[in-house]
């Protein structure tokens, strides 16, 4: 059996495209250091061409699998008017039912700023800590989780990071986790970017 692992990235229209390709450019150059990893940008309709929210077009590379190892779910566009972007994914329910089910199938789930609405809204963060960007933490305070604010916040298989850069350090943070000190500085070194902080871990507090 191979234990090759695979991370995939959501995208959907609006996405902010940092959110999204941050954490993919990382987790890409850590499969090129040698960490048994694939990396793909996923979405619900992989046949059409998805306008992020600075108006870049990007295209998917399939569809969301049933169980990646790592599910990453950006955010983008929860402020604007009319809604688009993380706010329509989550208020539309696709998305967030396609996240359910892929953590119930033994995902880690890693959402990336206003990314958290969208797993609030799937019901797997019910209960348990959850960061997004500073300007949308008392739109998080109204969900049914427990809102924390943090560069990172690893509980588990659910992991989430504040506002838009800090998806850099979400996935930098899982690639330690995962493949060691090693191949994550060797990751650091290639991206010239080094975390601000380290993840905030609730089972440690």
């Known amino acids: 059996m191979s234990d090759r692992?695979?991370?995939?990235?959501i995208l959907f229209p609006g996405v902010e495209e940092l959110?999204?390709?941050g954490p993919y450019e990382t987790f890409v150059l850590a499969g090129r250091a040698g960490a048994p990893l694939s990396t793909s940008l996923v979405a619900l309709d992989?046949?059409?061409p998805i306008t992020c929210a600075m108006?870049?077009?990007?295209?998917?590379q399939g569809p969301i699998p049933d169980c990646p190892d790592i599910l990453v779910v950006p955010g983008g566009g929860w402020f604007s008017d009319p809604p688009s972007g993380a706010r329509a994914a989550a208020a539309d329910g696709a998305l967030p039912a396609a996240v359910a089910r892929c953590h119930a199938r033994g995902s880690v789930v890693a959402s990336v700023c206003t990314g958290a609405f969208i797993v609030a809204r799937s019901g797997i963060a019910d209960g348990r800590p959850l960061t997004t960007h500073h300007a949308a933490l008392d739109d998080l305070r109204e969900r049914a989780v427990e809102v924390r604010r943090a560069r990172v916040v690893?509980?588990?298989?659910?992991v989430s990071a504040g506002g838009i850069t800090s998806g850099i350090d979400l996935a930098l943070h899982l690639v330690r986790r995962q493949f060691g000190d090693a191949v994550a500085a060797h990751v650091e070194d290639v991206l010239e970017y080094r975390p601000s902080a380290r993840a905030y871990d609730p089972g440690a507090a």
């Open 5 to 9: 692992r695979t991370a995939c990235v």
């Open 55 to 60: 108006g870049a077009e990007v295209h998917p």
């Open 154 to 158: 690893d509980d588990g298989d659910l």
């Open 46 to 48: 992989p046949a059409s």
């Open 19 to 21: 959110d999204a390709l």
